[in-house]
């Protein structure tokens, strides 16, 4: 083509021709460029950053409203005050454990700004309620709150009725039941401290039948804080107008339970005895140890104590004696060979384990030093 176009053009025309004609070839091979609204053609940078989200994208985003309002209860839930606080010790090296226990400033925790002992409780109510939902049959206040005798060191009692008739309980649910209640009530501390009694409805219904007392008087006096089925206020209307009494099996109830008390008692006193021996068991360990004596067995204790202490004039025959006789004690309990003790007992044992116990210490120290 180069010769053929010699004839007319010189060899620069000529090239210059052929540049020319494969720059128009080319455009015409290519697709038009996109024009956005004034027609203006766009560069390939500006497609990239003009890319309009897939619909996908924009069904997962959370509504601008929704996002919002989670901003707000979390606000007023932990306050900003309260989170950059948490943020700084972070920063300076405390690990997450330690920024859990870390506790917010009493002034930005909305729960403890509520003051009156009703108020609490309908507050618990309320949440406890959105919650477990249609778990919970009803939350009932009694006790002092209600009486009006409540002191400063007063729990505010609650009952939170659980609907175990129509809803099977397994484990699973009842590790669920106990985690989220212990969660509720963490993280929304309050200023009296709530004492929440979880009681099943069938358990109830076999109590109110028997005509318990103990139902009878939470019927009497309680309040009813949620009771959205109509619950609790008609079994009090009907307490009231004497449609519901006790029976003679709450009769022989009452005698039978009565017992058992008595037999908890005593369980509690004899574990007092067993607290009282180990105080002695290892601070007499801790003398030894002081005086370079290996401890031996609690029944080798007392044969321990006088060979390296009373021998020497260190320590009166009388705490050996003590100790001895304690042992003695202790093992009769565990055995089975004793099965009450009397207050004045308790007492007199527990003013000579404190009196052995100083002693103790007093070696120690004198040993040490």
């Known amino acids: 083509m180069v010769n053929e176009y010699s004839k007319f053009f010189s060899k620069e025309e000529v090239l210059k021709n ?25 560069s390939i940078k500006e497609k990239v950053t003009n890319k309009i989200p897939s619909p996908s994208v924009q069904q997962i985003k959370k509504p601008v409203k929704k996002i919002i309002k989670q901003k707000i209860k979390a606000e007023e839930r932990f306050p900003s005050s309260a989170r950059k606080e948490i943020a700084n010790r972070n920063k300076k090296g405390k690990s997450k454990k330690t920024a859990r226990l870390f506790s917010i400033p009493r002034k930005n925790i909305p729960t403890l700004k509520i003051k009156s002992e009703h108020d609490i409780a309908m507050d618990f109510a309320v949440k406890a309620y959105k919650t477990f939902d249609k778990i919970i049959k009803s939350i009932i206040l009694f006790g002092s709150t209600i009486k009006q005798t409540s002191s400063s060191s007063s729990d505010i009692d609650v009952i939170v009725l659980i609907d175990d008739i129509s809803i099977s309980w397994d484990q699973k649910l009842i590790a669920w039941y106990r985690q989220e209640l212990n969660n509720l009530l963490k993280t929304n501390p309050y200023d009296k401290s709530l004492h929440i009694n ?172």
Not at 19 to 41: R, Y
Not at 250 to 259: E, F
């Open 18 to 42: 052929l540049k020319t004609k494969k720059a128009n070839s080319s455009t015409e091979d290519n697709p038009k460029p996109i024009l956005n609204k004034e027609k203006k053609p766009i």
């Open 198 to 369: 979880t009681v099943k409805l069938s358990t109830w219904w076999e109590d109110l039948m028997r005509g318990d007392p103990i139902i009878l008087n939470i019927l009497r006096q309680g309040e009813s804080l949620i009771d959205i089925a109509g619950f609790f206020e008609p079994l009090k209307y009907l307490l009231i107008k004497g449609k519901i009494k006790a029976t003679p099996e709450a009769i022989y109830s009452c005698l039978q339970r009565a017992p058992i008390h008595i037999q908890r008692s005593k369980t509690a006193e004899l574990n007092a005895v067993e607290g009282l021996y180990w105080a002695m068991v290892d601070s007499a360990h801790a003398a030894l140890i002081a005086a370079n004596v290996s401890p031996p067995s609690p029944e080798h204790i007392a044969s321990s104590l006088k060979e390296t202490f009373v021998d020497s004039g260190k320590l009166k025959i009388k705490y050996v004696v003590w100790y001895r006789d304690l042992l003695v004690l202790h093992k009769e309990i565990t055995h089975g060979k004793i099965h009450d003790l009397k207050g004045a007992d308790i007492d007199e044992w527990q003013d000579r384990t404190e009196e052995f116990l100083e002693v103790m210490a007093k070696l120690v120290n004198g040993l040490i030093n």
